[in-house]
C-alpha cells in the first residue's frame, strides 16, 4: 500500500481510466467511476446507455485476467499536476458479499448512483503494483 496522502489522492479522486487488453494485444482503455477500499479498486458497469451488454472490458479481464488504471490530475499550474497508475490481477464480480460491498461502496461515493445504483457486474481490480508523479517540487 502507497503512503496514505497517495491512496487519499486515488480514494477521493471522481473518475479514472481502466487499460485492458484486447486479444490481438491492443489496449482497450475507458473512463471510470471507481471506489478503492484498502488493496482493491472497484468499479461498477452502471446504467448509462451502452452498445452492448457484452462490454469489452470485461470480456478482456475475465480471458486475461490484467487491468491497469490511472488516475490523475490537471490543472493550469503544472506544479500541480498529478497521477497515480495502479496495476493487478482483475476479476468481474457479479454477485456474492464482495459485489454487494463493492455496490455500497460506490453508491456512497457517487450521489448520482444513489439515485440510480448500478446493476453490475463489477471490475475488481487487486492493486499490486502503485506508481505515481507529481509536479510539485521536490515531490515527484
Not at 475507458?30 to 470480456?59: E, H, N, Q, T, W
Not at 459485489?99 to 499490486?128: C, I, M, N, S
Amino acid at each position: 500500500m502507497p503512503d496514505p496522502g497517495l491512496a487519499g489522492r486515488v480514494a477521493t479522486a471522481r473518475v479514472a481510466r481502466l487499460a485492458t487488453i484486447d486479444p490481438d494485444g491492443r489496449p482497450h482503455v475507458v473512463p471510470m467511476c471507481f471506489a478503492l477500499s484498502g488493496g482493491v479498486l472497484y468499479s461498477a458497469v452502471d446504467r448509462k446507455p451502452k452498445r452492448s451488454r457484452d462490454l469489452r472490458r470485461l470480456r478482456n479481464v475475465r480471458e486475461r485476467g490484467w487491468a491497469t488504471v490511472l488516475v490523475d490530475h490537471y490543472e493550469e499550474d503544472w506544479s500541480a499536476l498529478w497521477w497515480v497508475r495502479l496495476r493487478g490481477r482483475a476479476r468481474v464480480l457479479e454477485d456474492g458479499a464482495e459485489f454487494r460491498d463493492a455496490l455500497a461502496l460506490l453508491t456512497e461515493k457517487y450521489p448520482q448512483y444513489r439515485r440510480e445504483p448500478p446493476p453490475g457486474p463489477v471490475v475488481a481490480v487487486d492493486v499490486t503494483e502503485w506508481r505515481a508523479w507529481t509536479g510539485a517540487p521536490g515531490d515527484g
